[in-house]
């Protein structure tokens, strides 16, 4: 099993920027797919997820930080997920990693078996 992001970058506060993760090597279409971040020197924490609500239904929930400015979404089949994240600001400097599994709460990190390597994304002020 694998998950590959991709998109990171350096850009202006204000500015968007699209993060994606495709996973391979298995089914991920009925997992949690969420995208959580990490400063350096801080504990990972939670920004979006993606959780299946049955057939072809998903269901989206954010950080209040990010609620608003950030959206998930599903891609290939449900195996994929996208970050679009628009009027990016300092703060959302951080390496985001996405995450996949079956476990809840949704928001801790425990929660997951499956982790991409990260992808940086800073934001100039």
């Known amino acids: 099993v694998q998950l590959v992001e991709s998109g990171g970058g350096l850009v202006q506060a204000g500015d968007s920027l699209r993060l994606s993760c495709a996973a391979s090597?298995?089914?991920?279409?009925?997992?949690?797919m969420t995208w959580f971040r990490q400063v350096a020197g801080k504990e990972r924490e939670f920004v979006a997820a993606s959780t299946w609500g049955g057939r072809k239904t998903y269901y989206t929930y954010y950080d209040d930080s990010v609620k608003g400015r950030f959206t998930i979404s599903r891609a290939n089949s449900g195996n994929a997920i996208d970050l679009q994240m628009y009027s990016l600001k300092p703060e959302d400097t951080a390496v985001y990693y996405c995450?996949?599994?079956?476990?809840?709460?949704?928001?801790?990190?425990?929660?997951?078996?499956?982790w991409g390597q990260g992808t940086q994304v800073t934001v100039s002020s």
């Open positions: 090597g298995g089914t991920f279409s009925t997992y949690v």
């Open positions: 995450a996949a599994g079956l476990k809840r709460p949704f928001e801790v990190v425990h929660s997951y078996d499956y």
